[in-house]
Structure formats: structure tokens, C-alpha cells
């Protein structure tokens, strides 16, 4: 038997390069989820900026809450959206235990410069001067005086490239404001890092717009304490919430951004990977079994000359063994590449921070090549079980007809998938926000497996009624009619990989091409401003709302500030975007008309004690009007505000609405994102936006209203760039499994194509029957993928956008003509070589 099966993988080279082919590309794909799912478990960076100081104080990077009671009880917990701070008084604190010689304030902002050149620097980062020791904390170490309130420290290369020296002056803006500092001594860039501006001590915490608070607080040991026991002392002086950070864990407190990428790396490797995975698995069975099937005479041959049914189990485990180990051992180095690359992307875009390494270990690559085994094994016994058990001659007279209706046990898996596709849609029309759009993978695949498992009745039920045109078109018409009624098993074989990749890639694109869609008309319709003040740097003082505001031809000037939340959704907690505004909310109407549905933004108090909120998060969240809502805000401050008005275009512009002061003094920089402007009634628009640029404010700019459409789109692009991803590897698998399922399927007809050659059919009349068999084929699965997309994004899109689903044309185009393309290319590529063979050759007329 293991002759035999070395054989048959010898002398049958197409249909194990199918199965090869199918297995190294699922080990592709889960490789390189399995990667991204290792690297979030076990990402850390090393510490930089605190490699010199033994311990670092942070305050709590995530927000936790917790259900139940007793053996019930149980504690979730997610990273804040923002940076959460420490009080400045608690490193007087640290600093009075006997171990600690200096406990320092570590505090950082974004600060621009309007010198010539300054920007050519890079981003600059301000700091208070005491933190120079967190860079070089060696006693006594030579460098410039403190600088005094009104001036400044710079790093030298970031003073050559200001073109200033000690003596000059240089304007910088700061979330406090926009003033000139003078420069009272210069650093070494090497020794206290590039980039940076030292502030007075007395005036860096008012400057970073967070007074009295602290990113960290960096803790230097006495002569002869250890680290473990200064460490103790430092748990012991900081209490509850605080975070005591030493060794490698010190780069998790220089960049508090890990924890949020790790989550999403985790979300991405775990959820996507696990999907991804089952499609792989699910692609490798559907291939191995066609690749079984297209050998049933064999079997049944082998079984009529006396093999015994153990002995077909034995060959057909023989061939899994001899194809799936190499087949999945090649995908692992392509996966790592794959793995690497989406990385490096989500790095480039923010997502994960710069430092960290992909982990692809050998646990990500061992499910690869295990899965694609396991798959092949179970798929080969299942397929070959049936002729391995019939009797002789049964087992041929069964091979000689195909089979056209599923098995039993096929048929019920089929339709309990169908109906768990159906509940999990039901399930998602009563969710919203982030419930909803976790439900919609899940109704995809499974929707998918049912239509897999009820393959042949859907290709006869498709081919039915896609054929029926076709038998008045000529003798390839009628013939391609009668073949795919015939092959329905067959066709559902390649209609099946076709429809994977229309339901993927249609819920995908289309579920954020909905969001988008949604988004940009909620901004069109709720921003009344009719310019927009913006920053090509980190943002916009405070003070500029208000200079705009007193600018001839400006009625109203809204600044606007982003910054982000945790809310309460029963037991778990979610993100969302908060909007603080400035000025008197009952002018907000001026600027931004939010669709109140209920209540009114102008009773909002500066205070954080009211808020208004979206309509789906009101939903999601069971709050209304004049209920309280619990909100962890980017820092961690937990706030229970009360709900004063509920509005209906928060996916635009912002899911809760607050005041200014209620949201700056905890997001990560006490900038405002934008200023709204709109015009007094007769003002002349071009006038109004001159003398709003010449308010002077560094790396200002001023738009129209389409300024602020483009600042929300790409809040939006992370997401967007991550459907993409997730849509091409899963549809260029399917894409790539669809063509390789034709491929196979073309190549197995050998002998029709041969007899209807011998029966007078003309090369041309061979192609064209084969054609119209391929665009039945594209046009089933496009109908069958279609309606699976459709039924999941009906109720997903109502749940997260509050509208009904928005296809792209683009999208729309692209898929259709993609998947015609795919099926007659895989389709007539094969069936050419076919026709050029001897056999086919002599069997009948050219023409």
C-alpha cells in the first residue's frame, strides 16, 4: 500500500499538485497569524530612555472592572484609549524612604518651533529640567545651569538646526500657548537624547497643559540598596494604582502604547487567525476530498481486485503523509514573510510602537504543518470512507455515476450551519458598536460552511436556473447546461472556493466601506463651519478658539479637541471617541449641528458632571436621557456623568460630547485637534480665512469644511488598512483555492472532453461549453457569496452605523469582474493544454 501510494503520487502529478498547492498556502496563512498572535503574548521592548534609572513609578495602564460575586466574580480588564498620570506629590513621597536617593518627575509634551528650520528637527518634546537626570543620572555630571520661568534648555542638535545659541530667543508653542523662551544654555544630544526642550520646573507642568501630574517618576537607589528592595519601597510609598516597573519591564513603561498594540495584535493573531485558520482547514478538506474523489474508479478498481477497506484507509493516510509535511514545511517561510510585512505596516502606521520584533516560533509553525496534516488525513478518510466500505461491484457501478444529493450527516451539518449563520445575524441586529461588527466573521463562516456542506444541491439548484438561457444559445450553451446539472458535485466543488471569496471580501470592504460612507456623510451634514483651523503639528493651543472668535467676520469659533474613552457595556469594557468643545455649548449649533434626537447640548456643564452621547452608544451602553453613564477617560479618570441630550451623528463626529476643560486635561497632549469657524452672515469668505492665517500661531493652516472630512477619515485609516488586509489574505486564499479547485476539475476531464471529441464536437465548441461552464460557475458562487455578505451586513451595518449597508461600486465592480476573470482564466488556461494533448488531438475535427 505504501508502493501504491508513492505511485499514485507519482503518475498522478495534477491532482496532488492541487493538494500541495492548497496545503502550502493554508500554511502560509497560519503561519502568519499564529506569528502575530505569538508576538502579541510575549512582545516587550528594552528600555531607553530609563536603561540607567532601577526603577520606574507608572501609574495603572488599564481600567478594570468587575461582575459577580464570590465564585462568580471575575475582573476584566482593557488598555486605556490615552496615557494615564501620576500626582508630583507622590515622588516627595517616594523620595523620603531611607533606600531612595532622588525620585523624579518625569513629564513630556509635544512642543513646536517657528524658527527657522526648527522643523527640519523633527518633532520636539518638552520636558521639566529635573529630568535630565532620567538620561544621565550620574552624580554631579557636568551640563548647563537650571533654566529659570521664560527660558529654555535645548539639546545642540536641536539648536544648530534652529540656527539659535545661548542668549537667542526662540518662539515655541506649548498646549499652554504660543510665547518666546529664552535660550539659557545648550545640552549634549548624546548624553540627554535629541529632540528636546527643558523647561523651569515650576513652569513645565502648567506648559503641558497637565499641572500637577506626571508621566512617571523615575526612582535612583542609594549606594548599596538593591533593586528588589528599592523596588519594596517604592510599592510601599505609591499604594494602590501605581505600577512598579524594573528590568525589561521599564520599556513597557517608556512606551505605555505596548499594552493597547499587544491587545490588538492578540485580537488580530487570535480572532482573524482563528478564522483564517478554519478557512484554511476548511479550503485543504474541500481539496483533498475533490482530489479523492476524481479517483473513486481507482479505488473501486483496487477494491474489485481484492484490496481491503483497511488497506484504501492505509494508502489514502500514506498520500496525506507524503504531501502535507512537505507542503506545509514550505508555507512556513513565506507565512514569516507575511508575518513580518503586516507588522511592519501596522508600525508605520501607529499601530504597534517602534521596537517591536516579530516572535515567530516554532508553536506558530508546528499548528501550520499539524493543521494542514490533520486536515488532509481527516478529508482523505472521509472522502475515500464510502467506496472503502461499499462491496466490489457496488463500489464501481458507484464510480461510474456521481452522486448528486449530499449524505445524511452532510446534509444535517449543512443545515444547522445555515440556521447558526441565520441566529448569529438575528444576534447581530440587536447589537451595535463593536458587538455587532465581532458577530460578523462568525456569520460569514458560518453561513459559508453551510453552503459548502450543501454544495451539490446549491450547484444543481444555481445551474438550474443560471442554465435555463443557455440551452437556446447553441450547442456549447446547451452542453454546458446539461454538464453542470449533470457535475453537480463537481461544480459545487468550484462554485463553493468562489463564493468564499465573494463573501469575504464583500463583508469586509463593504462593512468599513460602510462605516466610511456613513462617516463622511454625517460630517457633511453635521459640520456647519465655514473654515477650519488646523495644525500641521501636534495641535492647536487653547487660546486660538478664542483669537478666531474675536477676528472681524467670524460669528463663531468651536474648538475642538479628540481624546478618547472606556465605556461600560455590561461586563466589558469598549472604546469610543470623545469631542470636547469649547465656548458656550448653546452656540455649539453655529458650528456643528449634531442631529439632537433628544434633550440639548447647552445644558452641559464645564465640570464633567454632564455629557451627551450617540444614539447607538445610548443603545449599546442601556442609558437615557438624565441616566449616568461610566466612562474611564484616557487617563484613566473614572467619571459617571450624567446624560443631558442624545444625538444621531456621533460616528461622525464623535460618540460622547463634553466641554473642553472636562476632556483636555486628560488626553495624552491638551491640544485642540481643530478649530471651527463659521462666518458672519455677509462676511466675505477669502477676507476671513487671510486674516485667519496671520493669527501667527506656528504650523497653523485654514481650510474649508472639507479639512475636517479629511482629519476624520484618517482616524478612520487604521481600520480601514486592517479590513483591507484581512480581505486580501483571506479572498486572495479563497482566489487562489478557487483557481486551483478548476484547475483540477478541468484537468480530470480527460475523458469527456476526449469523447466529445470522438462524438464530432469541434475544438471551438469543446472551448465554448467549457466557457459558459466557468461563468456559471463565476455567476453561482457571486450569487451564493453575494447573499451570504448580504445577509451579515444588513444586520452589522444597522448595528454599527445605524443605516443600511453601503456596497462601493468599486467594491462591487472589482469582485464581479474579478471572480469572472478567475473562473475563465482557471478555466480555459487548463482546458487549452487539454485540447493540445494527442489524445483530445486525434479524436476529432479542428473546427
Not at 529640567?129 to 520661568?149: E, F, K, N, T
Not at 535660550?183 to 523651569?200: H, I, M, N, Q
Not at 535612583?220 to 519591564?249: C, M, N
Not at 455590561?570 to 452656540?587: C, E, F, I, Q
Request: aromatic share 4%; proline share 6%; with cysteine.
Amino acid at each position: 500500500m505504501n508502493g501504491l501510494a508513492r505511485a499514485t503520487v507519482r503518475f498522478r502529478p495534477a491532482s496532488f499538485a492541487g493538494t500541495f498547492v492548497a496545503l502550502f498556502f493554508a500554511a502560509t496563512v497560519v503561519t502568519a497569524c499564529g506569528a502575530l498572535l505569538q508576538t502579541g503574548i510575549t512582545a516587550h521592548l528594552p528600555p531607553v530612555r530609563y536603561a540607567h534609572v532601577p526603577v520606574v513609578a507608572v501609574a495603572d495602564q488599564d481600567a478594570h472592572v468587575t461582575t459577580g460575586h464570590g465564585d462568580d466574580r471575575d475582573t476584566d480588564s482593557e488598555p486605556l484609549t490615552g496615557t494615564p498620570r501620576l500626582s508630583t506629590a507622590l515622588a516627595g513621597r517616594i523620595a523620603a524612604r531611607p533606600g531612595v536617593a532622588a525620585a523624579v518627575p518625569d513629564v513630556a509634551f509635544p512642543v513646536t518651533a517657528s524658527a527657522a528650520g526648527a522643523v527640519e528637527a523633527g518633532p520636539l518634546t518638552g520636558r521639566d529640567w529635573s529630568a535630565r537626570l532620567v538620561a544621565d543620572p550620574r552624580p554631579g555630571a557636568a551640563g548647563p545651569a537650571a533654566p529659570h520661568p521664560g527660558e529654555v534648555v535645548l539639546d545642540s542638535a536641536t539648536a544648530r538646526a534652529a540656527h539659535v545659541a545661548p542668549g537667542g530667543t526662540l518662539t515655541l508653542t506649548t498646549p499652554d500657548g504660543t510665547a518666546r523662551y529664552r535660550v539659557a544654555g545648550l545640552a549634549d544630544a548624546g548624553r540627554y537624547g535629541s529632540a528636546t526642550v527643558w523647561f523651569a520646573d515650576a513652569q513645565a507642568g502648567a506648559l503641558s497643559g497637565h499641572p500637577g501630574r506626571a508621566d512617571a517618576i523615575a526612582v535612583l537607589a542609594r549606594p548599596g540598596t538593591a533593586v528588589e528592595a528599592l523596588a519594596a519601597q517604592v510599592r510601599a510609598a505609591a499604594g494602590k494604582g501605581v505600577t512598579v516597573d524594573t528590568g525589561d519591564a521599564r520599556g513597557a513603561a517608556e512606551q505605555p502604547q505596548l499594552g493597547s498594540a499587544k491587545e490588538m495584535l492578540i485580537a488580530l493573531g487570535g480572532s482573524f487567525g482563528g478564522v483564517a485558520t478554519a478557512t484554511a482547514v476548511f479550503v485543504v478538506m474541500g481539496t483533498v476530498s475533490l482530489a479523492i474523489g476524481q479517483r473513486s474508479r481507482e479505488i473501486a478498481l483496487l477494491r474489485a481486485v481484492g484490496a481491503t477497506p483497511r488497506q484504501i484507509r492505509r494508502t489514502v493516510a500514506t498520500e496525506a503523509l507524503l504531501v502535507a509535511p512537505v507542503a506545509g514545511a514550505a508555507g512556513i517561510g513565506p507565512g514569516v514573510l507575511l508575518a513580518r510585512w503586516w507588522l511592519r505596516q501596522l508600525v508605520d502606521r501607529g499601530g504597534v510602537p517602534h521596537g517591536v520584533e516579530l516572535d515567530a516560533g516554532w508553536i506558530p509553525m508546528a499548528v501550520a504543518v499539524g493543521a494542514g496534516l490533520v486536515s488532509a488525513l481527516l478529508a482523505g478518510y472521509l472522502a475515500a470512507r464510502r467506496p472503502a466500505r461499499a462491496r466490489p461491484g457496488q463500489a464501481l457501478g458507484e464510480a461510474a455515476v456521481e452522486r448528486r444529493r449530499p449524505g445524511v450527516v452532510r446534509t444535517v451539518l449543512g443545515v444547522a450551519a445555515v440556521v447558526g449563520g441565520v441566529v448569529l445575524a438575528v444576534v447581530a441586529a440587536h447589537v451595535t458598536g463593536d458587538d455587532a461588527a465581532s458577530t460578523a466573521l462568525g456569520v460569514v463562516f458560518s453561513l459559508m460552511v453551510g453552503a459548502a456542506l450543501l454544495g451539490p444541491v446549491v450547484a444543481w439548484f444555481t445551474s438550474t436556473v443560471l442554465g435555463l438561457p443557455l440551452r437556446a444559445g447553441g450547442v456549447p450553451g446547451m452542453l454546458a447546461a446539461a454538464n453542470a446539472r449533470a457535475g453537480a458535485r463537481r461544480l459545487a466543488a468550484a462554485v463553493t472556493p468562489i463564493a468564499l471569496v465573494t463573501a469575504f471580501c464583500g463583508t469586509l470592504l463593504c462593512m468599513q466601506g460602510s462605516i466610511t460612507h456613513t462617516a463622511a456623510r454625517q460630517v457633511r451634514a453635521g459640520v456647519l463651519a465655514d473654515q477650519v483651523i488646523g495644525s500641521a503639528g501636534p495641535g492647536l493651543p487653547a487660546a486660538v478658539a478664542d483669537r478666531a472668535a474675536r477676528v472681524p467676520g467670524v460669528d463663531a469659533a468651536v474648538g475642538v479637541v479628540r481624546g478618547g474613552a472606556l465605556v461600560r457595556e455590561g461586563g466589558a469594557l469598549d472604546s469610543l471617541t470623545v469631542l470636547g468643545v469649547s465656548g458656550n455649548p448653546a452656540r455649539l449649533g453655529r458650528a456643528v449641528d449634531l442631529d439632537v434626537r433628544a434633550g440639548s447640548p447647552g445644558a452641559l456643564t464645564g465640570d464633567g458632571s454632564t455629557v451627551a452621547v450617540d444614539t447607538l452608544l445610548a443603545e449599546s451602553a442601556h442609558v437615557k436621557l438624565g441616566g449616568r453613564l461610566t466612562l474611564w477617560l484616557d487617563d484613566g479618570t473614572r467619571i459617571r456623568p450624567r446624560v443631558v441630550a442624545v444625538y444621531g451623528r456621533g460616528l461622525g463626529l464623535g460618540q460622547v460630547l463634553m466641554p473642553r476643560a472636562a476632556v483636555a486635561a486628560h488626553t495624552p497632549a491638551a491640544y485642540d485637534t481643530q478649530v471651527l469657524v463659521r462666518d458672519a452672515a455677509g462676511a466675505d469668505p477669502v477676507a476671513v480665512r487671510h486674516r485667519l492665517a496671520a493669527l501667527g500661531v506656528p504650523g497653523m493652516t485654514v481650510t474649508d469644511r472639507s479639512g475636517y472630512r479629511a482629519q476624520n477619515d484618517k482616524d478612520l485609516e487604521l481600520n480601514a488598512w486592517a479590513n483591507q488586509v484581512m480581505a486580501v489574505v483571506l479572498g486572495g486564499f479563497a482566489a487562489v483555492a478557487a483557481a486551483n479547485t478548476l484547475v483540477m476539475t478541468v484537468l480530470d476531464r480527460r475523458r469527456e472532453v476526449a469523447l466529445l471529441r470522438l462524438a464530432g464536437a469541434t475544438r471551438r465548441q469543446v472551448l465554448g461549453m467549457l466557457r459558459w461552464e466557468a461563468l456559471l460557475v463565476a455567476l453561482g458562487g457571486l450569487l451564493v457569496g453575494g447573499a451570504i455578505a448580504w445577509v451579515t451586513l444588513v444586520p452589522v451595518a444597522r448595528g454599527m452605523t445605524g443605516a443600511a449597508p453601503y456596497v462601493p461600486p468599486g467594491t462591487a465592480l472589482g469582485i464581479f469582474f474579478g471572480a469572472v476573470a478567475l473562473a475563465l482564466g482557471s478555466t480555459l488556461v487548463p482546458a487549452r493544454f487539454l485540447l493540445g494533448t494527442r489524445a483530445a488531438a486525434a479524436a476529432g475535427p479542428r473546427e
